[in-house]
């Protein structure tokens, strides 16, 4: 038996809530039963409805259903109709099991809107889907970046249920709500509900420093009863808005360049581990030139410094960054400029810092 705590799960009372208030009710949320109080006014209610597989696409006989702060236990005849009665007014959640089926759990609003009688008698109608517990499923998950696995990530599941049938939810131990990867970016569920699934997997740190470097991505599919299922999730990277406000590297890469220490200054505060700093100098055959240092000098500045005695006047060059930001999220990108020593003729020193070395000094460290 599976029994309800909170309404976190319900798909929406909003109506319900409404309909409550405008009556005048006052309607909890801390038990699964939820009585309308109203002196002088009286409702003799009767729940009914059909229990159907959603697999089998056939009614469910001798389906139990039980309605927690209640003595009702009842169950579906041969073919599948259950009766409960009789009830007052209020938000009740019907616990309804079957064999070889996960428990559903249906959320019932009985509200009577004309109260101008002294006595009413409801009749409310609730069908209830149950799913077969018999579906397995491979769910395999890769990072978007280089398309290597994804372990430990954490996969948030949801057993939806299709639109004739609201306000119900899988609360059944063959239905978890949250697993996570193994090692190889691989998660198995076996003896599942064979319902539609909703994958949702949060932001995602491949690196486990703090700063996700993917974002929220969310995958759909629908288990059949009996079948054996895979599902490939590709993660998103994470897409912050991260740009290099200010460089004296050239916008077009036929310009000439001089300065030893090209800067580089982001828009967001970025993350400044070693790990996740990638500067990249090559010559126009592709072949890369080691550069001397690279140095944060403050979340938002990086500056470089380049082994100008090894660069030649005259030689088309790319110098490339790839880095990211503190939220997640990833800039790659490239500068080309023509080498020319010639063209620094200021040296621009920021407060409190040491002149910037020549170009000599800057070749011999």
């Known amino acids: 038996m599976v029994s309800r705590q909170d309404c976190s799960n319900a798909r929406s009372v909003t109506r319900w809530f409404g309909l409550a208030l405008l009556a005048g009710a006052l309607v909890g949320c801390g038990d699964t039963t939820t009585t309308v109080q109203d002196p002088g006014f009286s409702v003799t209610a009767t729940i009914t409805g059909r229990v ?81 517990n018999n579906s397995n499923i491979e769910i395999r998950v890769v990072e978007g970046l280089k398309g290597g696995p994804a372990p430990n990530a954490v996969l948030d599941l949801l057993w939806d249920f299709p639109a004739p049938f609201p306000n119900q939810s899988v609360e059944d131990p063959s239905a978890p709500t949250m ?88 828009s967001a505060p970025m993350d400044t581990s070693a790990a996740n700093t990638s500067v990249e100098l090559t010559d126009s055959a592709a072949n890369e030139i080691p550069v001397l240092s690279v140095e944060w000098t ?47 003729r200021i040296q621009v020193v920021r407060p409190g810092a040491a002149p910037r070395p020549s170009m000599a000094e800057a070749g011999r460290r």
């Open 52 to 132: 159907v597989s959603y697999t089998r696409e056939v009614p469910i006989a001798a389906a139990t259903i039980a309605i927690p702060g209640t003595p009702i236990r009842t169950a579906t005849d041969g073919v599948g109709i259950y009766v409960a009665t009789p009830l007052g007014e209020g938000i009740y959640d019907l616990i309804v099991e079957a064999e070889q089926h996960a428990t559903t759990v249906a959320r019932v609003l009985v509200l009577a809107e004309d109260r101008t009688q002294g006595q009413v008698t409801l009749h409310v109608t609730q069908n209830v889907l149950l799913f077969e």
């Open 179 to 266: 697993v996570a990867t193994d090692s190889l970016g691989i998660a198995r569920l076996l003896g599942v509900p064979a319902s539609p699934l909703v994958v949702t997997i949060p932001p995602y740190d491949l690196s486990g420093d703090g700063y996700p470097e993917f974002e929220t991505t969310s995958a759909r599919t629908r288990l059949s009863a009996r079948g054996n299922h895979r599902l490939f999730i590709e993660l998103n990277p994470a897409s912050d808005s991260i740009s290099v406000t200010n460089t004296n590297l050239p916008d077009a890469s036929n310009e000439e360049f001089g300065d030893a220490l090209p800067f580089f200054v982001f």
């Open 298 to 344: 403050s979340p938002l500045r990086l500056e470089v410094l380049l082994p100008v005695v090894q660069l030649m006047n005259g030689s088309s060059y790319n110098l490339k960054i790839d880095v990211r930001g503190q939220s997640g999220g990833k800039l790659e990108r490239s500068w080309g400029f023509v080498w020319n020593d010639a063209s620094v």
